[in-house]
Structures are given as C-alpha cells and as structure tokens.
C-alpha cells in the first residue's frame, strides 16, 4: 500500500555516478566543507491513460534515481499511485525520506519530494487561481496544482525550505486567461519563498513553471521573493538574447538550458525548432548560496524502446551554502540582516500584472454570465418541453422529448453551479489578488516619494 510520506532513516547507499549524459558542462567536483548538497528536478510526465509509454517510461526514472547523486529530488506528474509505489521500493535506501503531496479532485498534485536528509515538516497549499472545471479536457483544475513544501535539515544544521510546484500550462500563446493564472501562483508562491527567507531558511524553488524567462512568472521568482535562476548564476544572462531556431538542438541545451519541445526528445520531435524552451527551473537564494554546477539531465533514451524518460528533460544542480551565511542560518535566527531580505517589484511590474488581471476579467466575467443565463434558459426550455409532451404521440416522439428535457436540465443545472460557485469564486480571487498587488504598489511608491513611515521605527532615536 502506498505510504504518503516517509520520515524514518533507512540505511543510506553509497553515492554513483551521474545518471544521465549532460550537455550542460561537466560537473564540477563538489567540496568536503559540508556546505554542499545536490538539487535535481524532473516533471516525469506520469498521467495515467494519456502519458504514452508510461510505466516503462517512470521504472526507467525511478531506477536512475535509485543511484543518483542528487541529495534531494524533486518531481512533478508522478500521478500514478503504483508508480509512486516503485519509485518508493527503488529509492527507499537512497532516499530515506520521502512525501507524495496529496492535492485535488483527481490523481492529485503529482508532486514529490525525495531526500537524504531528514525531512522536519511538509506542507501542501493549492494555488487559489487554477484553471477552470469547465476545461475538464485539460485537468490544471481537477489535479488541483500547489506548492509543496519541505523543511529539510542539512548536515551542517541549516534549515533548506524546498518548494516544488508544477503551474498552469500555456496551451498555446496569448492565451490571457492561462498568463493570468500563471502570475497569481507565481505571486502566491513569491510570498511563500519571502516568508522563508525572512525566518532566516535557505529557500529554494524548483519545478516546471510552465513559463520562458522573459515572463511575469519568471520576474516574481527573481525580484519579488528575491531568488535567483541556477543557471543564470552559473551562466549568465547574455544567453537568454539568443534566439533558439539560430542554435542546434543540441546547442539549445548547452546555451539556453533548454527542457522543453526540443528535437532531441522523442515525444517533441515534430515540433519547430524554434519552440524549444526553458521551463524548468532551480531558483536559489543568492545571498545564501551559490551554484557550482547546473546541468540539464535525463536526456538519454530508455534502452530496447528508443524513447526519451519524458516529455521534459530534468535539470541537475550542485549548490553550495556560503561561508559566510552558516553560522547566521545554522543558530536558526528569526529573520536574515535588512539588506538580505527579498526586494520588492520595480512599479512598472506592478503596473503589468494589473494589466494582466485587467486583461482577464472580462473573460471571466462573460464566463460566469453565459453560464448562469444558460441556466435561466434551460429552465424555460424544459418547463416547455415538460408542457409540449401533452401534444406529443406516445412512442419515439414522447421519449426524445424527455430525454431532450433531460439533457437541456442536467447540462443547465451544471452550468449553472459552475456560474454561481467557481464563477464567483474566481471573480473574488482575482479581485483580493488585484487588491494585493495594488497595496504593495501603494507602499512601493510611498517609500520610493520617502512618504512611508515604517510602525516598528515609531518611537526609535534618530
């Protein structure tokens, strides 16, 4: 039977080699200080009935972890339960500590976290903006997408607050409502990870952010909660200008960290060369850690099938906790100096998300109006088609007229709830997510005039 969450040692292996070809760089060789420790993230596209190859396809991924050198592992659509189930039987001795996050109306949020270390506390919160029920055919509402959280205790002591997420998907380009969704998670979440790093945690966040590094999403992670992107750090930024369709694939991964639709995975073949993307991250706090290595990973193709792990490549990362930073975090001090604690959004930021959220609303305004006059109308048809039978002859007519009420009242009375209940829950979540955004902006633009006066100062001598 599938355990949820495993926080009892069990005997630990010995570490192995890297488990895949990387094209990101070799790995730089690691320190014995005691401040290092290995990140991977890999979203194992696990959906049962849709996910082609899929067991096969996540055997192959649990057995390669089975001799990772990754210290803590992050995953996103294992949603399978047996699945979970072997990649517990194959790991449990590297990775004594585990937690399946458990989240939403069906199969769940997919999301696990793997470590070395004991794992103190864990936490699942669902992202209040997620998709539509009515879009059953794409499932971000049914699986119920979050933030999965774990306090994980390094050797050194210090305490590493790891979020793992998997967002809302594109489904296209300019899709607004979707773009819409994607920021207030990734508001959400920035305010989870400011939280962290102000306790004084070592945040990092990793997953499949379904979002390219010029975006909303990507700027909330860097400049609201004050992380920054592993491989930025480890290779700058002036890559990103590089347009993908001048790059071979294989140059794409090497310069661009591509995860994403690229023409070396078998189940992105036939898509543009100039699609491939990064989505996948490792975001770090840089104030606390730094990156000696970040690699994609998971490239190579399953023996005897000839197919790739996943539909995504994983992305391997070292990091190494700063000198400097051990001894603040490891005596669990409340709250990092000034100067370390997340920043806040330039106003032009600001200005954009609202414009995003301003962008929506009439979508999902007209989505909850049309639903709730479909509704009104079908109680009309069906008091009609209830009072038209009477002139109807008994036999073929007299049924299709009832399953026609039928139908018309089922479809209508669903409509109408998904209009009353979602449609005005949403509307209330974008409405507090705009207040929020607009009430920090306040405060940013009072403390840019020098007109903010912070309560805790009240009182302090100059």
Known sequence: ???????????????????????????????????????????????????????????????????????????????VASDYEYLRQQTHKRYPYAKYFYSGILAGSGLVI??????????????????????????????????????????????????????????????????????????????????????????????????????????????????????????????????????????????????????????????????????????????????????????????GLNVSASDHFGVSIALRILPSARSKLASGQEQVEEGARPPNLPLASYQSILDVIASYLPTARAQQYYRLLHFWVSIVLVVALHLGIFWVKNGWPAFLVVLGSTVIGVTGVIDGMLGFLFGQNELRALKEFEEEVRWEMKRMEELLSGTYEDVGSVGKPR
């Open 114 to 303: 793997l470590s070395r270390f004991p794992i103190e506390s864990v936490s699942m919160t669902p992202y209040t903006i997620n998709g539509r029920p009515s879009a059953f055919f794409r499932g971000d509402w049914y699986v119920g997408k979050g933030i999965a959280s774990a306090i994980i205790r390094h050797p050194s002591g210090i305490a590493i607050e790891v979020f793992n997420t998997h967002m809302h998907a594109p489904y296209g380009p300019g899709d607004a409502s979707y773009v819409c969704h994607r920021t207030s998670q990734a508001w959400q979440i920035a305010r989870q990870i400011r939280a962290a790093v102000e306790r004084g945690h070592l945040a990092i966040a990793v997953g499949d952010f379904n979002s390219k590094p010029d975006s909303l999403t990507y700027a909330l992670l860097t400049q609201r909660a004050g992380l920054q992107d592993s491989w930025t750090t480890m290779h700058g930024s002036s890559r990103e200008h590089f347009l993908a369709a001048s790059l071979t694939p294989e140059e794409q991964i090497t310069t661009l960290g591509v995860t994403c639709d690229s023409l070396l995975n078998t189940w992105r073949a036939d898509r543009d060369i100039s699609e491939a993307k990064r989505l996948d991250y490792c975001f770090h706090a840089p104030h606390l850690s730094t990156v000696d290595s970040v690699n994609v990973t998971f490239i190579d193709k399953l023996p």
């Open 1 to 79: 039977m599938m355990s949820g969450v495993s926080l009892l040692p069990m005997a630990p292996s010995a570490r192995s080699s890297e488990m895949s070809v990387s094209f990101g760089g070799d790995l730089h060789p690691v320190g014995s200080d005691g401040l290092e420790f290995r990140m991977l993230t890999l979203n194992c596209w696990g959906l049962k009935y849709v996910s082609k190859v899929r067991q096969p396809r996540m055997r192959f991924i649990a057995n390669e972890l089975s001799v990772s050198d990754a210290d803590i592992v992050a995953l996103q659509e294992c949603w």
